[in-house]
């Protein structure tokens, strides 16, 4: 049995299709980091040949992404006593098997369900477990032809395993030097390898040990071998730029020696050039110095002939308001003498104002005390016109006996009123004099 091609979906850490192949049928090598899946893969080929597409148990639910609710798909494509087949295979939702044959140029169905499962574990002589997945004895023929992670020394074979490798081998197999042939063989592996399977070391250490010491030894001069072969190569790459680069530089050399000859020539010129232009520098300085101090002149000239013509006409139009300011000194003369007299009678006049005023004040002061006295007097006889009522009721009180709470209140009333009263003809008998501290003048 040869394996072509194998793909895989809804299985485990693959959700989406993945398809491996097409397989060379010498060595393949699948390669990857840890947990890319790829002890998946070879599960997947292992269900896909091995178990029943119906079963259903916890192993079978594993076989799903986890959590996903995904079919797990399985697609087996192989070669088997010189005829290609294919196997799908679709556990847990709507389970399905099928087995074709490549006949003609195309897939050609050949099983379904239950009997293409027994159709192709028969190619291997596996066997159907009771429940679940299959395990190592259920595998046939694979259980010599497959390895295991972990597990490469051989385990017990199953029933009928030994049976079909002997009938495979021959009849030979069956007589007495098989046994002989196969201490040979088991001689030959022991001093290769150990009970566990692995290369031994040490003295007994076979000559493979030796070559594979030797095989890293030269890997790694191989590997420093590769860094000089690669940097040898990227110096070689420098060198070819660098001779391209020294071809362009030699070209571009002779095209800048024909340009600096060219140059040379302009150059001459040039300096010819710059040293007319520095004495006409020169000229052209001198020039401009002398016509600024010209144009200076003519400007001073023109502000000097400008401000005579301003004064000029400054004094023409003084004097033609000469005669109009004369006239106007002459009534502002008359006009400050009439102030002059006002302003003396004014003088009087507010002397003789200030002691009006004076006057004045004092007889608003007076007028306003003696109002202030007459309410005084008058506030005067009302407490007397009181203080008489207020005997006549506490007479009337003594003939009347104890008064009522009404009497109390209105007795407590006018004792009020009373007292104000006394408080406003105590304040009455103050006598106030305003004096002024200087004279005061009012305009």
Not at 54 to 77: C, N, Q
Request: aromatic share 4%; net charge neutral; with cysteine.
């Amino acid at each position: 049995m040869i394996l072509r091609r194998l793909g895989v979906e809804g299985w485990r850490c693959f959700a989406d299709r993945l398809e491996l192949g097409p397989l060379d049928e010498r060595i393949n090598v699948v390669h990857g980091p840890n947990g890319s899946g790829k002890s998946t893969l070879v599960w997947a080929m292992i269900r896909g040949l091995m178990d029943n597409h119906a079963s259903h148990s916890e192993a079978t639910e594993s076989l799903r992404p986890d959590g996903r609710r995904l079919t797990p798909r399985v697609t087996i494509e192989l070669e088997h006593n010189g005829d290609q087949f294919c196997v799908a295979k679709q556990f847990l939702d709507s389970p399905t098997s099928t087995l074709h044959r490549f006949e003609g140029g195309r897939w050609v169905p050949m099983a379904e369900s239950r009997a293409a499962d027994e159709h192709v574990r028969a190619m291997l002589d596996g066997s159907l477990p009771a429940q679940g997945l299959s395990q190592e004895k259920h595998w046939g023929l694979a259980q010599v032809l497959w390895a295991p992670q972990g597990k490469l020394p051989l385990s017990a074979l199953a029933s009928g395993v030994a049976g079909a490798i002997r009938a495979s081998l021959g009849a030979q197999i069956m007589s007495p030097a098989a046994d002989a042939i196969e201490s040979k063989i088991n001689d030959a592996y022991s001093a290769v390898f150990t009970d566990t399977g692995r290369l031994r070391t040490g003295k007994k250490a076979p000559e493979i040990t030796r070559l594979e010491e030797q095989l890293d030894q030269h890997r790694g001069r191989r590997e420093k071998l590769r860094v000089i072969v690669d940097q040898f190569n990227e110096v070689g790459k420098q060198i070819h730029d660098l001779a391209a680069r020294r071809d362009e530089i030699t070209a571009d050399q002779q095209r800048l020696a024909e340009s600096l000859k060219a140059a040379a020539g302009r150059a001459e010129a040039y300096n010819r050039l710059q040293s007319q232009f520095a004495q006409q520098k020169k000229d052209l300085e001198a020039a401009e110095a002398r016509w600024g101090e010209l144009n200076t002149r003519v400007e001073t000239l023109e502000a000097d002939g400008k401000q005579r013509r301003e004064l000029a006409e400054e004094i023409d139009r003084l004097e033609t308001l000469l005669p109009r300011r004369t006239a106007d000194l002459e009534r502002c003369q008359k006009e400050a003498a009439v102030a002059a007299s006002a302003l003396t009678a004014l003088v009087q006049r507010r002397e003789q104002t200030a002691q009006a005023l004076h006057a004045a004040e004092r007889a608003a002061c007076h007028r306003e005390a003696k109002c202030r006295l007459e309410n005084r007097e008058k506030l005067l006889r009302q407490a007397v016109d009181f203080d008489g009522a207020l005997r006549d009721l506490v007479e009337r009180r003594g003939r009347l006996g104890a008064p009522d709470a009404a009497r109390l209140r209105a007795i407590r009333a006018a004792v009020g009123r009373r007292e104000a009263a006394r408080a406003a003809l105590a304040a009455a008998r103050i006598c106030v004099r305003i004096e002024a501290e200087s004279d005061l003048d009012v305009e």
